[in-house]
Nanobody, 119 residues
Framework: QVRLVESGGGLVQAGDSLRLSCKASRGRFVINRMGWYRQSPEKQREFVGSITIPHIGLANYSDSVKGRFAISLNKAADTVYLQMNSLQSEDTAVYYC???????????WGQGTQVTVSS
């Protein structure tokens, strides 16, 4: 079982920055990939970005956040971060961290953290 706990959400103004954290408690599981999705009331859950664990630095992002958001990893702490810059009202959503284990077929999910951007 993998447990994910997000933190760092909040209310900010347009143009501000915010950093989300996701701490994994993985036991003996090996995590291959961690990342973020988001969901607002008007939309389906949307992919934000992810990073591969065996090859740190291989991150990919959705077009809507590319150039503004960045994912980083503290492998020793089993923690992934989502640095969000130049936030816009369209970024308002609940952000969910996920993890995929080696050989796993499903994602583990965190409880979500609310990000609200006021214009």
């Amino acid at each position: 079982q993998v447990r994910l706990v997000e933190s760092g959400g909040g209310l900010v103004q347009a143009g501000d920055s915010l950093r989300l954290s996701c701490k994994a408690s993985r036991g003996r599981f090996v995590i291959n990939r961690m990342g973020w999705y988001r969901q607002s009331p008007e939309k389906q859950r949307e992919f934000v970005g992810s990073i591969t664990i065996p090859h740190i630095g291989l991150a990919n992002y959705s077009d809507s956040v590319k150039g503004r958001f960045a994912i980083s990893l503290n492998k020793a702490a089993d923690t992934v971060y989502l640095q969000m810059n130049s936030l816009q009202s369209e970024d308002t959503a609940v952000y969910y961290c996920y993890a995929r284990t080696r050989g796993g077929t499903e994602n583990y999910w965190g409880q979500g953290t609310q990000v609200t951007v006021s214009s």
